[in-house]
């Protein structure tokens, strides 16, 4: 029986940590896609925080773009499993530029 449940515990981990490398790298995908679509520059991708909301778990990945070349933003992804639910980006600012 302990060999039993030893193997479960070992077996769930493993699909545990296989969904999250699963979802990082769609989350990566994603927001290249993303940023390419919106002519931003993306810097990096982090998984920031799980979620409980309404029975069911929710990641929270932070990233960092640039959408001048100048100035560093973080913007905010929730996933539910392969489902993205929200993108937050802040107020972007304009550079300041020479009046002609």
């Not at 539910?80 to 020479?98: A, F, G, I």
Request: with cysteine.
């Amino acid at each position: 029986m302990t060999e039993l449940l030893s193997l479960m515990a070992i077996l769930l981990f493993g699909a545990g940590y296989w969904q999250l490398r699963r979802q990082s790298e769609f989350a990566q995908a994603w927001l290249a896609r993303y940023c390419r679509q919106q002519s931003f520059q993306l810097l990096s991708v982090y998984r920031y925080r799980f979620k409980w909301q309404r029975g069911r778990l929710l990641t929270q990945f932070r990233f960092e773009f640039s959408h001048d070349g100048l100035q560093q933003n973080e913007g905010v992804l929730w996933l539910h499993h392969l489902t993205v639910l929200n993108v937050d980006l802040p107020v972007l600012r304009e550079t300041d530029s020479p009046m002609l």
